[in-house]
């Protein structure tokens, strides 16, 4: 993908150079379509490879909408079953066993962005916000590796610390970038800022979390919450049929009155994968 998007864009400045891959015509408004104004150096605007590219690219935006639609509604119904956001957006439909209503909710603010008609700033919002994502991420990275470094890591970012330095430094010249488009740029610190402010005041609302009183279980012990005796007796005891409960609960009582020991009920059921065990 790297190597595609340098090739694309040598390519795109090799054939008439970086102004008329921006500018339609000298002195005009600076252009959001750099690939067709270079192809037009090559081939007039009737050529069939012209039209090509030009549904080749209608092909991408289509492949690119379906992705978006996908990560969007994920994230905004994590933010709703987590607790980030309102609890109707993290809701599964009943019927289809899809979390409607926050896609419903990114087809809205989608529809609001189209009605507004500035293709480009709305653009211009949207990659100052994915690199500020990605700068938040790598410094959740040193994060990490200072405060958990005996954390189990399935995959470990090569060449540390330089090259998440490097991506640091490197997204921080592209948000450089955006400060000659005050207009976009000054809508998108706005929105993170609101953001911040509505996280801020929608946590604050969420009752605080409190434990169960009692003794912890011995399950809770074996994930290493506690002490676990393991000399102890313990039985453990599956009860998926409902009609013979009573009779295996006797006969675990049974042996472990006799060898004083402890009874540990297990009830496994399944869900669809995308229904939150809270639900």
């Given amino acids: ?70 990560a ?50 709305i653009i211009t919002i949207a990659c100052f916000g994915a690199l500020t994502l990605y700068i938040i991420s790598m410094v959740s990275l040193f994060a990490l590796r200072r405060n958990e470094p005996t954390l189990e890591r399935p995959f470990k970012v090569p060449l540390v610390p330089l090259l998440p330095a490097l991506g640091i430094l490197a997204n921080l010249y592209l948000i450089g970038q955006i400060f000659n488009h005050p207009l976009p740029l000054s809508l998108a610190i706005g929105c993170l800022i609101l953001g911040m402010f509505a996280f801020v005041a929608w946590k604050g ?38 009609k013979n409960v009573q009779q295996l609960l006797d006969i675990a009582i049974a042996i472990a009155n006799q060898k004083k020991g402890d009874i540990t009920l297990l009830h496994v059921i399944r869900v669809p994968e995308q229904l939150p065990p809270t639900d």
């Avoid at 605007?45 to 996908?70: D, K, N, P, Q």
């Avoid at 993290?90 to 529809?111: C, D, E, Q, S, W």
């Avoid at 409190?210 to 393991?230: F, Q, W």
Wanted: charged content about 15%; aromatic content about 8%; hydrophobic content about 50%.
């Fill in 1 to 70: 993908l790297v190597v595609l998007c340098i090739l694309t864009f040598l390519s795109s400045v090799g054939v008439g150079g970086w102004e008329a891959v921006v500018y339609p015509e000298p002195g005009a408004v600076a252009s959001d379509r750099p690939l067709p104004l270079a192809l037009r150096q090559v081939v007039d605007e009737g050529h069939f490879l012209f039209h090509l590219l030009i549904t080749i690219g209608l092909v991408g935006l289509l492949a690119s909408f379906h992705g978006i639609i996908l």
């Fill in 72 to 121: 969007a509604g994920r994230a905004t119904f994590e933010f709703g079953r987590e607790g980030f956001a309102p609890k109707a957006l993290g809701k599964v439909h009943a019927k289809f066993r899809t979390p409607a209503n926050a896609l419903i909710f990114n087809m809205v603010i989608g529809i609001i962005a189209l009605i507004m008609g500035r293709t480009g700033e």
């Fill in 205 to 242: 609302t969420l009752p605080d979390e409190t434990a169960i009183p009692g003794t912890a279980s011995h399950v809770a012990h074996s994930h290493g919450r506690g002490t676990l005796d393991k000399d102890r007796f313990r039985i453990l005891v599956p009860i998926a049929n409902p």
